[in-house]
């Protein structure tokens, strides 16, 4: 079946480490999006990209990195210069023959 | 930007009808969408209007008034399992980059 797969669902990290949240698709999606999601908050958007090897910066990815070296993957950093990096990180792709983004189940990272 | 603007929460009996409203501001409107998220789980996708006027599948209708910059999501024999949250998301055609900005989200609880 085509999808969007996030893995792992659940992820703890000690606070001051790099870690990097997984983002497969193979819905032949060009673009490929990652939100962020606190209580409250809604879906805030750290990064996107449009095409294979390039990506652009979304409201807050100050502390983020992501690279995006194939089509079907678009892989999410977390470094140790995000302030508050424990959220619900939602990952998404969308094509050309319909406006609207299929989502990942998520990854709820906890920094302790 | 876009401002995106929705209620915190609703609550509505099972069997009844309820209206989610949105409004929004922005200055390249391109399409308007409602996604549902139960909680812990990712939006899944229920309805998409770039032109004025009610789009109905089944039990879930959306109404557009580009106008206005107003959007609706109506919810008609409301079951238990409608409890979730209701996001409403923008896409702007600024910058070329067609990106959706979400509202933070109507919680909606369904009781007997």
């Known amino acids: 079946d085509g999808g969007i797969t996030q893995s792992p669902k659940y992820l703890f990290r000690k606070e001051g480490q790099n870690v990097t949240l997984s983002c497969e698709q193979n819905l032949n999606h060009d673009a490929m999006y990652w939100y962020r999601q606190d209580p409250g908050q809604g879906l805030r958007l750290i990064y996107y990209s449009q095409i294979v090897n390039d990506f652009q910066k979304g409201d807050i990815a100050e502390g983020y990195s992501v690279s995006r070296e194939k089509k079907e993957s678009f892989p999410l950093t977390v470094t140790s210069a995000q302030k508050n990096p424990t959220a619900f990180y939602l990952c998404?792709?969308?094509?050309?023959?319909?406006?609207?983004?299929?989502f990942g189940q998520g990854t709820r990272l906890t920094v302790v | 930007g876009q401002n995106i603007d929705q209620p915190t929460e609703m609550t509505a009996t099972e069997g009844a009808i309820v209206q989610i409203n949105c409004t929004y501001q922005?200055?390249?409107?391109?399409?308007l969408f409602w996604y549902q998220q139960h909680a812990g789980e990712a939006p899944t996708f229920l309805s998409y209007?770039?032109?004025?006027g009610l789009e109905e599948k089944g039990r879930f209708s959306s109404f557009l008034s580009r106008s206005k910059g107003y959007s609706y999501l109506l919810l008609k024999e409301l079951q238990m399992k409608d409890s979730a949250s209701y996001l409403c998301a923008v896409r702007d055609r600024g910058g070329g980059s067609y990106i959706p900005t979400f509202g933070r989200g109507t919680s909606l609880i369904v009781h007997p």
């Open positions: 998404a792709s969308s094509g050309n023959n319909s406006p609207e983004a299929f």
């Open positions: 209007n770039v032109l004025d």
């Open positions: 922005t200055s390249g409107f391109n399409g």
